[in-house]
C-alpha cells in the first residue's frame, strides 16, 4: 500500500475494478459505461455494483457488500455521499478508493471526471499518492447485550427527533468520566467527519492525516460545553439518559439505529482503513479554500 506523500514508481499489479455510482444521476450512468469500455480495452475486468448495472443493461451486476471481496481496485462515481457509503461497506477489506467527483461539494471525491483516466493511468503505473483515513467502530449496548456493531468514515451521531427538548448524554473517556452534555445531540467524528457535520456544529477542521477523535456537542444548553478533541486511542462511551422517544444514533448521515433509555454507544477507532487514491492536482488546503470559499468577499 501506498503511504501518505510518499509516491512510488512501480507498477501496480490490478486485475478486477470496482464500480460504484450514484445511480439516479444520468451522468453518472454515462460515465460509468464510458469506464466500462475503457477498462476492457485495457484488459482489466470491470465488477460492476448491481444496482448500476440494471441501468446500464448488463448481466452481471454484483451485489454491494459482495463487491468489495472480488476487486484491487473501486472506482466512486457520484459525490461524498456516495463514497462514504462505499468505504463502509469496504470496510475490513481496505481496497482503494478513486473517488470522481460529480457532485456538488467533494471534500472526498476531490479528482474530477475530466481527471478519471489520468488517475487511474497513475496508479497503474505506481505513481499516485493514498491518503489513509481513520475509521469508526460504533457498538451499541443494550442491558448489557450488544445490539449491534457498525462502522462509520465521517461520525456518529446521536440526536432527537422530538422539538423544543433536550437530551442528557453521560459521557466518558476510557473510563473516566466527561460530562453530561444536555444538549440535542451529540457527535463523534472522525478528521475526515470534522468538515462535515460537525463543521456545522462550530466544530473544528482537523487535518486528516491526524488520527484523534471529536467530541462536539450539538446545540447544548450549557455555554461551557465546547468540542473536544481526544487521542484516537481512546474509547468513548455514551449512555443515554433521557427516556424519550424519537432518539436515533446516525452513521454517516446515511445509517440510523433508534435509541432507548440507558442504551450506551461505545465509539473508539477502527482497526482498518480508508484508502483514498490522490489526484495530486490539489492538496488538502486547497481543497478547503476552494469547498469554504476562503478569502472571498
Known amino acids: 500500500m501506498l503511504l501518505m506523500d510518499e509516491p512510488e514508481g512501480s507498477g501496480v499489479d490490478m486485475k478486477n475494478v470496482g464500480i460504484y455510482a450514484k445511480v439516479q444521476d ?4 454515462e460515465v460509468a459505461g464510458e469506464l466500462i469500455e475503457w477498462l ?28 468489495p471481496a472480488m476487486v484491487d481496485l473501486v472506482v466512486v462515481l457520484g459525490g461524498d455521499g456516495t463514497l462514504i457509503s462505499a468505504a463502509r461497506r469496504i470496510g475490513v477489506r481496505e481496497v ?33 499518492t493514498i491518503s489513509d483515513r481513520m475509521m469508526l467502530t460504533v457498538t451499541v449496548l443494550r442491558e448489557g447485550k450488544e445490539l449491534g456493531v457498525f462502522e462509520a468514515l465521517n461520525d456518529a451521531v446521536i440526536n432527537k427527533g ?13 473510563g473516566s468520566f466527561l460530562a453530561t452534555f444536555k444538549a440535542d445531540g451529540l457527535i463523534l467524528a472522525t478528521p475526515t467527519g470534522s468538515t462535515g457535520y460537525s463543521l456545522s456544529a462550530f466544530g473544528p477542521i482537523i487535518d486528516p492525516s491526524l488520527d484523534c477523535l471529536l467530541i462536539t456537542p450539538i446545540c447544548s444548553h450549557t455555554l461551557t ?38 442504551d450506551i454507544i461505545k465509539v473508539k477507532r477502527a482497526d482498518y482503513r480508508t484508502h483514498l487514491i490522490l489526484s495530486g492536482e490539489t492538496d488538502y488546503f486547497e481543497v478547503l479554500r476552494t469547498k469554504l470559499k476562503w478569502g472571498e468577499r
Do not use: H, W
Request: proline content about 6%; some cysteine; glycine content about 8%.
Open 40 to 67: 476492457k480495452e485495457r484488459g482489466l475486468r470491470p465488477v460492476v455494483e448491481v444496482c448500476l448495472s440494471r441501468y446500464l443493461e448488463c448481466d452481471d451486476g454484483v451485489d454491494a457488500d459482495e463487491l
Open 26 to 29: 444520468p451522468r453518472c450512468r
Open 96 to 128: 482503494p478508493i478513486l473517488g470522481i467527483n460529480l457532485g456538488s461539494l467533494g471534500f472526498l471525491t476531490e479528482t474530477p471526471v475530466s481527471g478519471l483516466y489520468a488517475a487511474l493511468e497513475s496508479y497503474l503505473s505506481g505513481n499516485c
Open 225 to 262: 460545553n465546547r468540542p473536544l478533541v481526544v487521542s484516537a486511542d481512546t474509547e468513548v462511551n455514551v449512555t443515554l439518559d433521557s427516556n424519550m422517544e424519537n432518539v436515533m444514533l446516525t452513521l454517516d448521515g446515511q445509517v440510523g439505529v433508534p435509541l432507548r433509555y440507558r
Open 162 to 174: 422530538a422539538p423544543a427538548k433536550i437530551i442528557n448524554l453521560d459521557t466518558s473517556v476510557d
